[in-house]
């Protein structure tokens, strides 16, 4: 079993940052891509950003040269550092692991972007 648990959401005012972090227990595997999905009230879940065991990155292009997504592999985390947050960024945003093509889910940190 794989155990994902997200942090570091909150209320930012648009032009703000936060940074999410997630970590992950249990029988991971050392190949697992990690990752940040978000779902907004009425919209489909969507991936924003996905990042290889190696540290490659593909981003949603919305969210390009705004959000960040790195991991830490010794401690079996993924983070996501985002700035410039516009109020269309609010979601509920997930940590998503995948382990042999099947993923993973936390259960998701909230994110507000109001003034």
């Known amino acids: 079993q794989v155990q994902l648990v997200e942090s570091g959401g909150g209320l930012v005012q648009p032009g703000g940052s936060l940074k999410l972090s997630c970590v992950a227990s249990g029988s991971i595997g050392s190949l697992s891509a990690m990752g940040w999905y978000r779902q907004a009230p009425g919209n489909q879940r969507e991936l924003v950003a996905r990042i290889s065991s190696g540290g490659s990155t593909n981003d949603l292009d919305s969210v390009k040269g705004r959000f960040t997504i790195s991991r830490d592999n010794a401690k079996n985390m993924v983070y996501l550092q985002m700035n410039s947050l516009k109020p269309e960024d609010a979601a509920v945003y997930y940590c998503?692991?995948?382990?042999?093509?099947?993923?993973?889910w936390g259960r998701g940190t909230q994110v507000t972007v109001s003034s």
């Open positions: 998503t692991l995948w382990k042999w093509g099947t993923p993973y």
